[in-house]
Nanobody, 113 residues
Framework: QVQLVESGGGLVQPGGSLRLSCLVS????????MAWYRQAPGKQRELVAD???????NYADSVKGRFTVSRDNAKNTVYLQMNSLKPEDTAVYSC???????WGQGTQVTVSS
């Protein structure tokens, strides 16, 4: 059974930074395309960024230039570095194996002064 466990969320002031991590169990992580999603209260879940097994990345327009997705295949972990955070980035962030129903439990990110 594949498990995804996120960490790294929290409360940060506008303009601050956070790094989210998603640890994926199993031995095939290096073959998996991964994605980060977020869902704010009252809004639909949206794709934030994804990263292919080969490292090609894709970002939502709202986070381009501020967020960076990366992966460490030796650690079975995908990261989301979030800089210049804005209040509208407040949401529950979840990692996902692309095109599957495997999701992490989510981690809350709150951007507020």
């Amino acid at each position: 059974q594949v498990q995804l466990v996120e960490s790294g969320g929290g409360l940060v002031q506008p303009g601050g930074s956070l790094r989210l991590s998603c640890l994926v169990s199993g031995s095939i992580f290096r073959l998996l395309p991964m994605a980060w999603y977020r869902q704010a209260p009252g809004k639909q879940r949206e794709l934030v960024a994804d990263i292919a097994k080969g490292g090609i990345t894709n970002y939502a327009d709202s986070v381009k230039g501020r967020f960076t997705v990366s992966r460490d295949n030796a650690k079975n972990t995908v990261y989301l570095q979030m800089n210049s955070l804005k209040p509208e980035d407040t949401a529950v962030y979840s990692c996902n194996i692309v095109n599957t129903n495997y999701w992490g439990q989510g981690t809350q990110v709150t951007v507020s002064s």
